[in-house]
């Protein structure tokens, strides 16, 4: 992948760019394979499921810099100066192609960029999220409703120049602080979710909620892990930091007529977003998934308590997919003593896939499937399959 920024020294976000495609693989997979070593290593390897190394990210976080008149669409130098990005070959071409209407709304609606250094002005990220069939969700990120009105105002003509724009919201954003949004989101369209079509599950992404970046490949990710569960079939699956759902929603079996051994197989998801949950349960009703369950709860918590009551059990497969910072002590030890047969564990990080690993002597690993979730990157996904011995 070429890129003039990269070239130019105004973006060096791939750290990886200047290596040939195979050869970043290739790397990544010798990194995992030492990392989990001989006291981890799996019966299989499966081969790592790649992508197009360039226009692959479904969803763009471009930083509001420069003036209203002038407004740049990317990331800020280190001066604290916005740098405009909208040609970043990572993104889409659909996301490529608004990202000019985009800045020039900005001006439109008199939205003035937010000045890091001098800690004053109003808009400070614009993100685009783009679904398998091109519609889009456009988020204004803004520092105070100030500026809501003039945004209101513009939006209809936003709307007609890009009919694929089927939800828009404003997130506040007040305090000066290095996050991406604020927690308080306002939606000013009919349309409040973004159908992300992936396979078995149309998934249903709110505004604040988490996606994979990668569509393609999250599709072979939620594909993959409804393959084991599928040959394992069992009768209860935990999905634990289940997001919108996507591992919780495929391995019930949506939309095929078929069921468990034992009738319908019995899922819960838990994540502690409730917005992610909301998306979640949207897509369950849309699906009929009806006796699919999803709970806003911290994943350690619900484990080590809702199998702890008389006459409660836990269930024979738990999916984890974790934050960076993986599943820690406390739920690795749970996983440990608890009886669960098997575990699907996904991980962004395969520094904490093996220390959690090493906490969990009693399975054994039997597969393992590397993802590139990430190209140019050297950020992969990592998914084994593990069976209590």
């Not at 130098?77 to 608004?98: E, K, P």
């Not at 100030?146 to 997130?171: D, F, G, M, T």
């Not at 949207?282 to 008389?310: C, E, I, N, Q, Y």
Request: glycine residues 8%; negative net charge.
């Amino acid at each position: 992948m070429q890129c003039d920024y990269f070239d130019a020294g105004l973006c060096r976000s791939c750290t990886l760019l200047d290596r040939p495609y195979p050869v970043q693989v290739a790397e990544k997979e010798v990194r995992v394979r030492d990392l989990l070593g001989e006291r981890h290593a799996p019966a299989a390897w499966l081969p790592t499921m790649t992508g197009p190394e360039s226009g692959f990210r479904n969803k763009a976080k471009m930083v509001v810099g420069g003036t209203i008149d002038e407004p740049t669409l990317g990331i800020l130098d280190g001066r604290g100066q916005g740098v405009d990005l909208r040609g970043c070959g990572l993104h889409t071409a659909g996301i490529q192609a608004v990202l000019p209407t985009l800045a020039a709304f900005v001006t439109r609606a008199r939205l003035l960029p937010y000045d890091v250094p001098k800690r004053r002005g109003e808009a400070k990220y614009v993100h685009v999220t783009e679904s398998p069939t091109g519609e889009l969700m456009v988020r204004f990120v803004l520092r105070s409703e100030q500026a809501l009105p003039r945004l209101r105002a513009e939006l209809p003509w936003l709307l007609e120049i890009l009919p694929q724009v089927v939800v828009v919201s404003v997130n506040l954003l007040p305090e000066h602080k290095a996050v991406l949004e604020g927690t308080d989101e306002i939606v000013l369209t009919e349309r409040e979710t973004l159908t992300m079509g992936l396979g078995r599950v149309d998934l249903q992404l709110r505004p604040q909620s988490f996606f994979q970046t990668n569509t393609a490949i999250a599709a072979g990710l939620y594909a993959q892990a409804a393959e084991w569960v599928d040959e394992l079939d069992p009768a209860s699956v935990w999905d634990l930091y289940c997001g919108v759902g996507g591992f919780a929603l495929h391995v019930a079996r949506p939309g095929d007529g078929r069921t468990s051994r034992h009738g319908h197989r019995e899922v819960t998801g838990i994540e502690t977003s409730e917005e992610a949950v909301a998306s979640a349960r949207g897509s369950a009703r849309r699906a009929g998934l009806d006796h699919v369950r999803f709970a806003a709860d911290d994943a350690t918590r619900f484990a080590t308590t809702a199998s702890a009551g008389p006459g409660t059990a836990p269930p024979e497969l738990v999916i984890v997919n974790p934050p960076r910072r993986g599943i820690g002590a406390t739920l690795a030890g749970w996983l440990e003593g608890s009886g669960v047969e098997h575990v699907v564990y996904s991980s962004c990080n395969p520094v904490t896939l093996a220390s959690d690993l090493d906490a969990m002597p009693s399975y054994d690993v039997v597969a393992v499937r590397l993802f590139d979730m990430f190209p140019q990157t050297p950020h992969l996904e990592a998914m084994a399959l593990l069976h209590r011995r």
